[in-house]
């Protein structure tokens, strides 16, 4: 059974930092692509970032320089570093993977706010 648990998610000022990490379990982690998504309110849910199993990664404009995703095949854990955090940013983060069908986490909520 496939699971997803995302962790790490919170209150930043703007300019401030949070690291998102999802522990991964019930496939081969280290042979799958894994990504971040993200939900703003009201708006439509957008790819954040992808790592590739052999560490190839691509980032939304958005986020390219701020954003770093990274993966830790020991852990079965991927993780989104995020830097320089601005409002726009405020979302629910979902970890995804898709093993014939899409997998989803239940999501992390991050909030950008002074």
């Known amino acids: 059974q496939v699971q997803l648990v995302e962790s790490g998610g919170g209150l930043v000022q703007p300019g401030g930092s949070l690291r998102l990490s999802c522990v991964a379990s019930?496939?081969?982690?280290?042979?799958?692509?894994m990504s971040w998504y993200r939900r703003a309110p009201g708006k439509e849910r957008e790819l954040v970032a992808s790592?590739?199993?052999?560490?190839?990664?691509n980032d939304a404009d958005a986020v390219k320089g701020r954003f770093t995703i990274s993966r830790d095949d020991a852990k079965n854990t991927v993780s989104l570093q995020m830097n320089s955090l601005k409002p726009e940013d405020t979302a629910v983060y979902y970890c995804?993977?898709?093993?014939?069908?899409?997998?989803w986490g239940p999501g992390a909520q991050v909030t950008v706010s002074s």
């Open positions: 995804t993977v898709q093993i014939r069908k899409s997998y």
């Open positions: 019930g496939f081969t982690f280290s042979s799958r692509r």
């Open positions: 790592i590739f199993g052999d560490g190839s990664t």
